[in-house]
């Protein structure tokens, strides 16, 4: 692969990412009201999607890795850095933007899923002190006890 195929496969996967993050975090905000609303349809259609976007961001973080050395640079931050201040200065001020945000959309999702971990453990709490398991006439709603 030429040097400026790998380029441009790097800032397109950049590029794709943020989309990637953009729409993780909107997934996130869906999958916490599918939470509220016990929805378990909407809840699995949204965690099947957000896996999807997960394994795209992970496919690009290994493809990165690969690229910044097949460029002999260091297959880390500052390796994309290093790259991207090496475009042109259109592109250049756009793609580090973008680079530099995306440590903070990182972090907004990782706080909206454990926010999300969270509910999903309250509910789970909560209906496991209200159905215990081991003993269904013991239930606080079983059917027998209505009466």
Request: aromatic share 4%.
């Amino acid at each position: 692969m030429k040097r400026i195929d790998i380029v441009r496969q790097l800032v397109a996967d950049l590029l794709d990412d943020q989309q990637h993050f953009q729409r993780i975090e909107t997934l996130l905000s869906a999958q916490r009201q599918a939470i509220i609303s016990f929805t378990p349809s909407q809840l699995e259609n949204h965690t099947e999607q957000l896996m999807q976007h997960y394994r795209q961001i992970h496919q690009h973080a290994q493809q990165r890795i690969r690229g910044l050395q097949q460029l002999s640079l260091s297959a880390d931050t500052q390796g994309m850095r290093q790259l991207l201040e090496g475009l042109a200065p259109a592109a250049q001020q756009h793609l580090l933007k973008v680079w530099q945000d995306l440590p903070a959309q990182l972090q907004r999702c990782q706080q909206a899923n454990s926010a999300n971990q969270q509910l999903l453990e309250m509910q789970h709490s909560l209906f496991t002190e209200c159905m215990p398991e081991l003993d269904p006439s013991a239930w606080l709603y079983h059917p027998d006890s209505v009466g």
